[in-house]
Nanobody, 113 residues
Framework: QVQLVESGGGLVQPGGSLRLSCAAS????????MGWFRQAPGKQREFVAQ???????NYADSVKGRFTISRDNAKNTMYLQMTSLKADDTAVYYC???????WGQGTQVTVSS
């Protein structure tokens, strides 16, 4: 079955960086559109970024210029490089296979001094 496993979350100071990973199994990863979403306490889950099979990318305005989404099809893995992190970026980050409509379990990112 389809499985997505996120990793790389943690506690970071404002202005710091983190890289999240999402390892996929049970999918034809190379042709799948993948995305990152996040959910802060008391808020709805929101779109962060997505990457198509051809490498084309979209970002939410709130992260444009600070976050970079990428993928390694040989490793069936998607990444989210986050820089210049702010307290408002604190959330549980989820990866999603848009083609298989499947979510990962989420990884917590906390930005705090």
């Amino acid at each position: 079955q389809v499985q997505l496993v996120e990793s790389g979350g943690g506690l970071v100071q404002p202005g710091g960086s983190l890289r999240l990973s999402c390892a996929a199994s049970g999918t034809i990863f190379s042709i799948d559109t993948m995305g990152w979403f996040r959910q802060a306490p008391g808020k709805q889950r929101e779109f962060v970024a997505q990457i198509y099979s051809d490498g084309d990318r979209n970002y939410a305005d709130s992260v444009k210029g600070r976050f970079t989404i990428s993928r390694d099809n040989a490793k069936n893995t998607m990444y989210l490089q986050m820089t210049s992190l702010k307290a408002d970026d604190t959330a549980v980050y989820y990866c999603k296979s848009l083609g298989y409509n499947t979510w990962g379990q989420g990884t917590q990112v906390t930005v705090s001094s």
